[in-house]
């Protein structure tokens, strides 16, 4: 079964610092890897997504991702911090196991810009 | 930009009672879902529907549950009798297809549902 890992509950950046946000996956088949972001009191919007084109994937507001294949992870950075980048961030992977129907999400990570 | 909706944001109830959750799709997507999250924990599948029938559902989705397209728009999500522990807030999400590349799921707001 798929599953996803995030190592870190909570990241503190200042703004105008690089972020990084980890996440490692486990799927016995070619993945579809996915960043979402959940600001407070909002739903869930798609930050970026892998699907087997090119390994390093950009997404919206300047985040981007790299699919390694061989350590299996899609960590998720930013050059800079904003601080309107506060929010949680949530890794998810689907796979043919499922059909790609079902999405297996990781435990979040909280992200904290202070100024 | 089409994006998916939910209604109501926020649902209080009463054990025991039957609630109904409505979303609607984006308009071209044929896939729908329910997903939920508990307060503080992972989100959760909990369906998939295309073509009028559930096509995958989790252990958590037990006779409880139910879902259903009334109309070529809404699609919903029924609790018959609910419990304390359904408490949580419920996302409804579309998708294309499920190709990939083309399985992106899209997600509304959610309704936070509340049961006392």
């Known amino acids: 079964a798929q599953s996803v890992t995030q190592l870190d509950s909570h990241v503190s950046v200042s703004e105008g610092t690089p972020v990084l946000l980890r996440c490692n996956y486990s799927?016995?088949?070619?993945?579809?890897l996915f960043w979402y972001v959940q600001h407070p009191n909002k739903g869930l919007q798609l930050l970026l997504k892998?699907?087997?084109?090119?390994?390093l994937v950009k997404g919206i507001n300047g985040f981007e991702a790299e699919f390694k294949k061989s350590e299996t992870s899609f960590h998720l950075t930013k050059p800079s911090a904003h601080m309107s980048d506060a929010a949680e961030y949530f890794c998810?992977?689907?796979?043919?196991?499922?059909?790609?129907?079902?999405?297996?999400f990781g435990t979040g990570t909280r992200l904290l810009v202070s100024p | 930009e089409p994006e998916v909706t939910q209604t109501p944001s926020h649902q209080v109830t009463q054990m025991g009672q039957e609630v109904i959750l409505r979303c609607v799709p984006i308009s071209n997507h044929l896939y729908f879902y329910w997903y939920r999250q508990i307060l503080g924990q992972k989100v959760e599948f909990l369906v998939s529907?295309?073509?009028?029938?559930?096509?995958?559902k989790s252990e958590i989705f037990d006779d409880q549950f139910s879902v259903e397209r009334p109309d070529g728009s809404n699609f919903t999500l029924k609790i018959r009798s609910t419990k304390l522990e359904d408490s949580a807030m419920y996302f409804c999400a579309s998708s294309e297809t499920t190709s990939k590349g083309t399985d992106t799921q899209y997600f509304g707001p959610g309704t936070r549902l509340t049961v006392l």
């Open positions: 998810v992977v689907s796979d043919q196991e499922t059909g790609f129907q079902k999405l297996v």
């Open positions: 529907f295309y073509n009028n029938e559930i096509s995958e």
């Open positions: 799927s016995s088949y070619s993945p579809s």
């Open positions: 892998y699907t087997s084109a090119a390994t």
